[in-house]
């Protein structure tokens, strides 16, 4: 018996019977195409069979046959134990995480890899299907909705806990990563609202981060900007929750009016202490939230509150936290915004990279015919930045199909998630279409310097056992859930 909307109602048919193929063959190009552009990023003309197990393709063919393998054993499988022993699943790799992080080797100042013998594996790509599984089941649960606090709180802590585990590993990265399953959160009914303030301490890290130039006396652009943006968006936030434009339009009044006075100030020459004025406003329009939530019985309003002193005390010590980054972390990021010019230090690997990229325009250079490739002056070229290879030889048209056929199986696996008459399948296929988009966005962003770098590869393409395994995991469970749909019910 099933927990949970989900029952057993008859007996399961063959899982090859109702596997969805499409999503195989998806799956199939990937992993080929994948072997083939670590051939041409490590092609060496003293061995150039792509077959040889001392050549990274040949060793990718190896963990391609062994994802086979694993792949097979899934659709094998009962259906019935991913979600039988999702949390004990979950302990299991929190547990191992822990562990890691206390006896992994040193590799480049990260503690994320367990060496068993001949092989190395990452744990943190494996504990996504188990983080996925849980949330699955959380949501399955008897009656669960994210309504109270308390369900909010259960959701948010499985995704937290391997984060914090993983940046226990010096693997930030990887721990990135797990942030995509907040748009489950969404999808299953969290506030948008959640997601925009999410965004906006996005946008005031960068900002604080980038733009220190004096504007006015007292208060850099950075600090300037960020005052706006907070002051916006909880007029805007204050509107869509009260569903008022009187509230909405006396919190635009206050602000527009105070930074129309300060400009004038400005203009004067008057120095002010202007940070003081700043906190000053931001914790005015915060008490009024307060009072009309409180008049009104507008208790959303109380979250425009929080959102407006928690901007500000982020806003206030993303100097801080910067400053207890990682040295090339603070590196990465400073390069990517053009703060700071490293061409032969952090900007090195994009810069390359988008010379490899840029080189390659409509059609590319074909086939092994990669410069940037071939003299190897892309670090890491068969690994995070395996993207730049295909850029180069196979240009703008060999990328567009790449990211294409990533399309088609990201809106597929959307597919099988609505298709589900189960909250337990639906919850875990929409875990792994976020991961993958993620995965997608981040590591393209960071070969194409719109992102920092942070150790994100490329699902199927990049060199690695570890994440091979992890995606095949992740996709064929899903398969093997959606070859059962029949046996689910509300």
């Known amino acids: 018996m099933l927990s949970g909307t989900s029952r057993k109602i008859n007996s399961d048919p063959s899982a090859f019977r109702s596997l969805d193929w499409f999503t195989v063959v ?35 063919l190896r963990w391609i046959g062994l994802s086979l393998v694993i792949g097979l054993v899934i659709l094998l499988s009962d259906y019935r ?29 990260s503690h994320s890899w367990l060496k068993i013998g001949p092989v190395s594996l990452q744990p943190a790509e494996f504990a996504k299907c188990a983080t996925a599984l849980a949330l699955a089941k959380l949501f399955n649960s008897y009656n669960f909705k994210l309504r109270s606090p308390s369900s909010y709180a259960k959701a948010i802590g499985l995704i937290i806990l391997p984060i914090l585990l993983i940046i226990a590993e010096r693997e930030t990265g990887s721990a990135l990563a797990y942030m995509a399953l907040f748009f489950v959160l969404y999808r299953e009914g969290m506030s948008g609202m959640v997601l925009l303030a999410a965004l906006a301490a996005v946008v005031i890290f960068v900002v604080s981060v980038k733009y220190v130039d004096p504007m006015i006396p007292g208060m850099s652009t950075g600090e300037f900007i960020v005052m706006i943006l907070i002051m916006a968006t909880s007029s805007l936030m204050a509107g869509l929750y009260a569903r008022s434009l009187e509230v909405m339009r006396n919190v635009s009044i206050l602000f527009i ?27 005015l329009a915060a008490l009024y939230f307060a009072v009309m ?26 100097s801080v936290l910067f400053d207890h980054l990682a040295p090339h972390q603070q590196n990465r990021i400073l390069v990517s915004l053009g703060i700071k010019a490293d061409p032969r230090g952090a900007g090195y690997n994009v810069n390359q990279s988008m010379i490899a990229i840029g080189s390659g325009g409509l059609t590319g250079k074909g086939f092994l015919n990669g410069t940037q490739t071939k003299l190897k002056y892309v670090p890491e070229q068969h690994t995070d930045f395996i993207f730049c290879t295909i850029g180069e030889e196979q240009g ?10 990533f399309l088609m199986l990201i809106l597929r696996i959307i597919t099988l998630a609505e298709r589900q008459p189960s909250t337990f399948v639906r919850v875990y296929a929409y875990s792994v279409a976020s991961i993958l988009i993620f995965h997608l966005c981040i590591n393209i962003g960071m070969v194409i310097g719109l992102c ?22 992740l996709l064929f469970i899903l398969l093997r859930l959606d070859s059962a749909r029949k046996q689910f019910r509300n």
């Open 257 to 283: 009016g105070a930074i129309g006075a300060m400009m004038l100030c400005n203009s004067l020459g008057l120095e002010l202490p202007w940070l003081w004025i700043y906190i000053g406003l931001i914790g």
């Open 396 to 405: 703008f048209m060999g990328t567009s199909a790449v990211i294409l056929i």
């Open 452 to 473: 920092p770098v942070i150790g994100i590869p490329l699902p199927f393409f990049s060199y690695g056992g570890s994440s091979l395994w992890g995606f095949t995991i």
């Open 81 to 109: 134990i991913y979600e039988t022993y999702a949390y004990p699943l979950y302990v299991m790799m929190m547990v191992l995480l822990a562990v890691t992080a206390v006896i992994a080797p040193d590799i480049k100042g």
């Open 26 to 60: 998806l799956y199939l190009l990937l992993v080929l195409a994948g072997v083939v552009s670590i051939y041409a990023a490590s092609y060496d003309f003293d061995h150039a069979s792509i077959f040889s197990f001392t050549e990274f393709s040949g060793k990718q």
């Open 293 to 318: 939530a409180i008049k009104d019985h507008l208790r959303k309003l109380l979250v425009c509150t929080i959102f407006a002193i928690g901007s500000v005390a982020f806003s206030l010590s993303v």
